[in-house]
């Protein structure tokens, strides 16, 4: 039990001393969805009340339902933001990934421990991992490096570059619009003397969720939390609790917590979760008459337990769930979660601390800068990002990139080529191909045989009307690698398109046909050339295949479009036409599509 006397001094440091944040808006990046006003809304909101730099608001424009493929999200969520930082070079200033209500909660795919399906947000926190060019496969649960296991409190550490090749992800979200714009405002929360920690635990045998918050309850007394800490090991329910900062339960799993809210009162900057599988799995609001239970009745988005909404309506700050079953050794741990965010660790922080595994079921959501414990004995001054002169990319970023172009046959074989290479890839992201071309002819010039920068350059080339150079560079690629599948596709659809000579491009989207194994991208060329030879019949079955593959090709569409028509199949002609508009709109000005669209309403 703590002494009156020691409390009091406690108090009074936690609501006096002004909080001095080691991470500020500058490290963070907020995404919106533009197909969704109140994502932008939101988005807005935060940027300004937490000095986020306009250049580090990301607009995205993707599905606004809450369920997204692996493909779109691939497409729409991961690449843009990954444009965006890169453009900037921002890699190793973000260290936060802010999400918007409106941008899709979860991506959908088998399930099971090595199940495909993952939430956006955890997805998204090894977006670093991924551009600096590892390989990550969908499939199970990925260690969190930031996790801090079986270590005392003591040595959670600030989240910071150096250490650790993640982004912390979380997102602003709850049924309303408004249930979303209060997370903000309670994320200025300053620490007050009658902070609270609610325990509500079930008494049941063996199982380590009892030890984890036993173990949390005695970790908060050793701090001097014991006189405002409530913890519960009985089969009642806690209620009448008034200035809770933290709330751990068991939620509907608990019998006497079939309610949609505990009968207990939030502080400002409250954080909170429960031992539940689905507690995010959805934002859309139950009616009113809903509760969790164990009955069909109180099924609602596909399942009967309670939902992190209804905290986050009730007051929280920050708080965790589930979209999906996560297992019993990926949950959220009590005994980290609230003795680091007493501590002074940031909201996001205290919650990744906690979480055991990335790339699967947990969101979090809140303002990752809320920190009501932070002072300026818990704060650690950041770097700054700094370039590496020789790569022009982000120095830490830098140094673990360099790695990663590790095959001589595509890199070269010196650091001083990889170099120049990265030089491109920044120059690139800059929209300076100029720059680029430049970079990738000195690493040419140093080791000819470079196959990616003669690849790369070839397309430069092709973007730039450069055809006489754009050739060059592909048959270079072809004379180091005859079965580079990328060139053969690149330069058959270049001579077949661009410089008018089909015949001459036949045999090369053949020999990538038959190397790449039903790829959609060479079946689409190898079929199009068909169709540019007069071959119609010849080029269906490849772009009938490649517009399966790819729905939400624009190109590929058209390309299906005009070979149905072709061929007589109207039906499929206008399917795909309406999909080449939907996915481009501008495409409805090519003479391919006008041509098609008289041949449709003229049947």
């Known amino acids: 039990m703590l002494h009156h006397r020691t409390a009091l001094v406690f108090a009074l440091t936690c609501a006096l001393a002004a909080p001095v944040f080691a991470q500020t808006g500058r490290n963070v990046l907020v995404v919106a969805n533009e197909a969704s006003p109140g994502s932008l809304e939101i988005a807005a909101w935060y940027a300004e009340s937490r000095g986020v730099p306009s250049e580090q608001i990301v607009r995205i424009r993707t599905v606004t339902a809450e369920s997204i493929s692996r493909a779109d999200f691939e497409r729409t969520i991961q690449a843009p933001i990954a444009s965006a930082i890169a453009a900037k070079s921002l890699q190793d200033q973000i260290l936060y990934i802010v999400l918007t209500r409106g ?199 596909g399942s009967n337990q309670s939902l992190i909404g209804d905290l986050i309506r009730q007051g929280v700050s920050g708080v965790s769930g589930n979209i999906g079953e996560p297992y019993l050794d990926s949950v959220v741990r009590p005994e980290i979660l609230f003795p680091a965010y007493l501590a002074g660790r940031n909201l996001v922080e205290a919650f990744y601390l906690a979480t055991p595994s990335l790339s699967w079921q947990t969101i979090v959501v809140g303002d990752p800068l809320c920190a009501p414990f932070r002072d300026a004995s818990t704060s650690t001054e950041l770097p700054q990002a700094a370039l590496n002169p020789d790569t022009e990319l982000p120095a830490l970023f830098s140094e673990r990139r360099i790695p990663s172009l590790d095959d001589p046959r595509l890199y070269g074989s010196s650091d001083a080529v990889r170099r120049w290479l990265l030089r491109a890839e920044a120059r690139l992201a800059r929209a300076d191909q100029a720059g680029a071309v430049a970079a990738f002819e000195e690493a040419v010039r140093l080791e000819p045989g470079t196959l990616q920068a003669w690849r790369v350059l070839g397309q430069l080339h092709e973007a730039a009307g450069r055809h006489d150079e754009a050739v060059k560079a592909y048959e270079r690629v072809l004379e180091i690698d005859p079965d580079d599948v990328i060139t053969l596709n690149n330069l058959a659809y270049h001579l077949a398109v661009r410089a008018g000579q089909p015949e001459a491009a036949l045999p090369l989207a053949t020999r990538a046909n038959t190397l790449a194994r039903g790829n959609a991208q060479v079946e689409d060329t190898l079929g199009w050339i068909h169709h540019l030879l007069g071959n119609d019949r010849d080029a269906l079955p490849f772009v009938a295949r490649a517009s399966r593959a790819l729905p939400r090709n624009a190109e590929v569409q058209l390309h299906a479009a005009v070979v149905f028509a072709a061929n007589g199949r109207m039906t499929d002609a206008a399917r795909a036409l309406e999909n080449a508009a939907n996915q481009d709109p501008a495409i409805r000005e090519r003479a391919e599509f006008q041509e098609v669209e008289k041949k449709i309403g003229g049947r």
Request: hydrophobic share 35%; aromatic share 8%.
């Open 103 to 301: 941008v899709p909660l979860r991506i959908v795919g088998t399930t099971g421990r090595q199940g495909s399906g993952a939430s956006v947000d955890s997805e998204l926190t090894l977006l670093y991992r991924r551009m600096v060019g590892a390989t990550v496969a969908p499939g199970g649960p990925v260690p969190n490096p930031y996790f801090l296991k079986d270590r005392p409190v003591s040595e959670a550490r600030p989240f910071n570059r150096a250490d650790y090749d993640i982004y912390l992800v979380t997102r602003l979200d709850g049924f309303t619009q408004d249930d979303a714009m209060a997370l903000i405002e309670r994320g200025k929360a300053q620490a007050n003397e009658g902070a609270r920690v609610v325990l509500d635990d079930v008494p049941l045998l063996r199982d380590p969720r009892n030890r984890w918050i036993t173990t949390a309850a005695e970790r908060l007394k050793e701090t001097g939390m014991g006189d405002r800490l409530v913890h519960d090991t009985t089969t009642r329910t806690v209620t009448g609790e008034t200035g809770v900062i933290g709330y751990f339960s068991w939620g509907s799993n608990d019998p006497g917590l079939m309610v949609r809210q505990p009968e207990i009162t939030f502080a400002p900057g409250a954080i909170a979760a429960m031992f539940l599988s689905t507690d995010a799995r959805t934002f859309v609001e139950p009616p009113p008459a809903w509760t969790p239970g164990t009955g069909k009745q109180n099924i609602h988005g």
